[in-house]
């Protein structure tokens, strides 16, 4: 994939400049640069090989049709347009696909200095997916609202970055692993793979659980998704979990690319000895 903004500031800082957006200001967002970001993410090749659609949502429009849809999620303020895509059942792994074109759009706009949120919870499916002119046979996994961020946030956008602890993350110890899943990665001589590594562990995901779990075996690195079942009983429109895997992917990707570290994506299934209960593995990067 190429890198989205290509002459843009390098992947680490525009995965560190992305955030959260939850207050937008009031500033319309012009059309070209809405195509720009659609454009980025159908020109991101995405991994497993489905072709999601996509798409711009005007909320504006979405309301005018229907008084009683608020359109999105409540708790974003001033948000007017979202990227969406739209996947297709049949495809196994649309999840991680939509994750990883949407969000080469997410680290786009950052570098255009605009503000961005993953929505996958509660926004009006049923709407948005009309007005994208959604097919039989397909899904809306989850849309992305874009727009200038306000100078202030919200008191709301405080609470719920507070409250689902946005700024945090698990140490790398937790999550990276070399040699097996009783040995935490040590990023001090895992040279540059540890800036590539870093990138997945400030990668947003849903209710930032962050349940990528990477472990490297030789050359590869294995990607698991560590699961959170009651989570996902709650939240059964969409696969967020395998959405926030390829999210990872195309942190990882990208960082990797831009070190100049060429590798493939590949389904290699190693059957890592230890592997939790409710860890299932979705893919590897193989190293040349
Ligand atoms: C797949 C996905 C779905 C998300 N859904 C919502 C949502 O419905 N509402 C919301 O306010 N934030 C949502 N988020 C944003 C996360 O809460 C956020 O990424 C996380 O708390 C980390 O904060 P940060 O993005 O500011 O680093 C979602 C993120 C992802 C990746």
Redesign the pocket.
Known sequence: MNRPDINGPPVAELVRR?????SFAGRALESPVLEELERTAAGAAAPFGSRPRFGIIDNEKVRAENLFSSGS?G??KGARFYLAALVRRDEPRRWEDA?FTL?AAVLHAAGLGLGT???????DRKRFGRVLGIRAGEQL??VVAVGWPAEKKSLRDRL??WS??????KPAAGLFFAGGWDSPVAMESAGQWAQVLECVR???????KQPWRIVRLGNAFHFYLARDKAYSAMMPL?D??R??LG?AMCHFELAAAEAGLEGKWRDLDPRVPGTPANYEYIVSFEIR
Do not use: K, T
């Not at 992305?18 to 939850?22: E, V």
């Not at 949120?117 to 926004?123: A, D, E, L, T």
């Not at 689902?164 to 993350?169: E, M």
């Open positions: 992305r955030f959260s957006c939850r999620y708790l974003i994750g969000e949120c993953w929505i996958g919870g509660v926004f996994p989850a719920v970055r689902s602890r946005g700024d945090r993350r400030l990668a947003p995901s849903a209710s930032n969409a967020l979990q959405i926030d999210i």
